[in-house]
């Protein structure tokens, strides 16, 4: 048996009809960028993470990007966000001239952790952005509160939690933005790459309408210094059809982890993921804490099963951030999580079988 860590192949198979008209369509009336599915994807969407405003953008890293843009970050602000996350979290801050402030997370749900987030604040931080890691949303509540009492704006990197709920609220709309990635293999994945904003705050929406298109307002008339970064009508034809199955699809991972689960809850050596009972995790990843986790890695390798780690260099240890002053120990929850998480194989079609194999795999590889 040979199991990937994601099947788009067997997606696409089971919504081919649906996706090959939509893209027909496109192709027929030949609005390729920013067209009627654009559009319509950014009311359906916003409508989806019940929030006022959507924009259709380039990639989830734009969205995050021109979020600070929007927010006016500048050289010489920091902005505070999580060590334990993708690299683009990180990189946008540093690309603006703004100095990013790592903290550590919380070492059950690999997300922010308030206090030190609280603990980070200084005249000079202008935005937090808390990271919805793996599909669980962070601890908004006491995130939120603090950044009220400061009077920072919130920039939610949401690419992994698309529909993820905390205490029944969406994903997207705690922030002044939420940051989605339609990357490929992210839940609501296009057909190459694309990203979307969401926004309760109409300026904040007009703004970054305007920052996507070079600050352009009107056409050819540049009040500001914005960047390319449209969505284009292939991706939105696709993402709209994808929508419609991305609840069922949610519930579907939903009872894989929940084998998962039980499956590996008698293996010492393993830790499930912890889901706050106020959380509805969409299991972006299905990431467990695993001892001996390399050699693991190597076996569920050798027997065609497909993993990966995310992430194996927390940001205040990578070589670019080097001038930040970060060392070794500075952030131990990270640093741990950084050396026992992987992520084993879930996707909404995921067999039982599959799962049986996975879970045996790992099982065989503690008893030998
Ligand atoms: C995927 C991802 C991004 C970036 O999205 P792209 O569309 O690849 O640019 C940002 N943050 C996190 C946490 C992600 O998982």
């Known amino acids: 048996m040979k199991i990937p860590p994601l099947d788009l192949k067997r997606q696409y198979a089971s919504i081919k009809d649906e996706i090959d008209s939509a893209i027909q369509n496109v192709l027929n009336h030949g609005g390729f960028v920013l067209g009627p599915e654009v559009k319509e994807l950014e009311i359906k969407l916003a409508e989806y993470c019940e ?14 990007l021109l979020s600070l843009m929007a927010v006016g970050i500048k050289p010489g602000d920091e902005v505070i966000t999580s060590t334990f996350t ?21 070492p059950d749900t690999f997300n922010i952790d308030p206090v030190f987030v609280e603990n980070a604040v200084t005249s000079k931080t202008r935005a937090i952005i808390p990271v919805h890691l793996y599909g669980q949303i962070a601890e908004m509540d006491e995130i939120s509160a603090l950044a009220k009492k400061h009077d920072i704006p919130i920039i939610e990197d949401a690419a992994q939690a698309v529909g993820s709920t905390y205490k029944g609220k969406k994903a997207g709309s705690f922030g002044l933005t939420g940051c989605f990635s339609f990357y490929p293999t992210k839940n609501l994945g296009g057909y190459g790459d694309g990203g979307f904003i969401t926004t309760d705050d109409d300026e904040t929406a007009d703004l970054l309408r305007r920052l996507r298109l070079h600050g352009a307002r009107p056409k050819y008339f540049h009040a500001l210094v914005g960047i390319n970064s449209r969505l284009d009508s292939m991706q939105a034809a696709a993402l709209l059809v994808k929508l419609k199955h991305l609840p069922e699809w949610h519930e579907a991972r939903r009872a894989r982890a929940q084998y998962y689960d039980k499956m590996l809850s008698d293996i010492d050596q393993v830790k499930t993921p912890l889901v706050r009972d106020y959380n509805y995790h969409i299991y972006h990843q299905y990431t467990i804490l695993a001892e001996k986790r390399d050699e693991l890695r190597e076996h569920l390798k050798s027997r065609d099963i ?3 780690i995310y992430y194996p260099l927390p940001m205040h240890l990578q070589e670019c951030f080097k001038n930040l002053g970060y060392k070794k120990g500075d952030m131990p929850a990270a640093e741990k999580a950084a050396g026992m998480a992987i992520s084993i194989p879930i996707f909404p079609e995921m067999s039982a079988e599959e799962q049986d194999y996975v879970a045996e795999t790992i099982r065989e590889f503690y008893k030998t």
């Open 51 to 64: 929030t006022k405003n959507g924009i259709g953008v380039a990639s989830g890293t734009d969205a995050l």
């Open 86 to 106: 993708f690299f683009a979290t990180g990189g946008v801050i540093s690309r603006l001239g703004a100095r990013p402030v790592f903290v550590d997370i919380d």
């Open 306 to 308: 497909g993993c990966e």
